[in-house]
């Protein structure tokens, strides 16, 4: 959740050329539907756009048209609750829903749903296993509106793991911490930590590329890029990162929330 979002939420594609360090034909694609008015969470799966929204909803996933922006289907996850569903990944057979913002730092239900991709595809009621989860380093639970570090509005699907890159209202850090894709209850591990100097709200693994998606407390979007280690370290931000504003864009007073890679340079992002 977070600051309240626009009332009018817009896909806009990226193509990003990293080797120049610039964005470019950064343009506006579709309003999406008033269905996912308070969207969060990108997954572009065969050609279609899956999001969903971060609170106010039933534990439903929306599957839209990507070249029009058309909602297509609405899936129901029966055995889920919808508490504030932030960000959504993806392996090759599952698709993960993260249900991890802690404005208030004072949640102790974090929890992952998994639900098979096939389920997805050909039904519109699905079940899913849970993967619960606390930060092993979080021992304060009581109610810190925006002032805590253990907010989280983005997860990356890399390897058997769970990344989870927080939004720190804090000190404006973020901090990854990983756990299993396995169904159970872990403590997650705090892997890497960056001195970002904003909230982050999105991210996508592609073609060898972490982005993350945020803004700055004044509004003034953001993308953070990553390159992939290719050492056997954990830490994501050992080679460091670059970050572009999209004030430009954008222009500030954007809450930017979801970001997905569809093809080599080029994303989508949500606000």
């Known amino acids: 959740m977070g600051f309240k ?64 922006g058309n909602l297509l289907r609405t899936v129901l996850i029966t055995n889920a609750t919808h508490t504030d569903w932030e960000d959504i990944g993806e392996d090759e057979h599952n698709i993960y829903i993260a249900d991890i913002g802690n404005n208030n730092g004072n949640r102790t239900d974090l929890k992952i749903y998994k639900i098979l991709k096939s389920d997805f595809r050909n039904n519109t009621s699905v079940t899913a296993e849970e993967i619960s989860f606390s930060y092993e380093d979080q021992t304060d639970f009581s109610t810190q509106p925006n002032t805590s570090n253990f907010d989280a509005e983005a997860i990356v699907i890399f390897g058997n793991s769970i990344l989870i890159f927080t939004k720190n209202w804090g000190d404006l850090q973020t901090n990854v911490y990983k756990i299993p894709t396995t169904p159970g209850n872990y403590t997650a591990t705090k892997i890497s930590t960056a001195n970002i100097d904003g909230l982050i709200t ?37 080679h460091g990162f670059t970050k572009d504003s999209l004030e430009n864009e954008l222009e500030s007073g954007s809450q930017v929330e979801g970001i997905i890679g569809f093809d080599t340079g080029k994303y989508y992002i949500s606000r």
Request: some cysteine.
């Open 5 to 68: 979002k626009s009332i009018i939420a817009v896909f806009l594609l990226l193509n990003i050329q990293w080797i120049q360090s610039q964005i470019s034909n950064f343009r506006e694609k579709f309003v999406l539907p008033s269905e996912v008015k308070e969207n969060s969470g990108l997954l572009f799966l065969e050609d279609k756009i899956v999001t969903h929204n971060d609170s106010g909803d039933a534990a439903n996933l929306y599957e839209i048209d990507s070249l029009t």
């Open 202 to 238: 999105g991210a996508s693994l592609y073609n060898g590329h972490f982005l993350l998606c945020g803004y700055s407390t004044a509004l003034a979007p953001f993308l953070v890029h990553i390159a992939l280690s290719t050492g056997a370290s954990d830490d994501i931000f050992s």
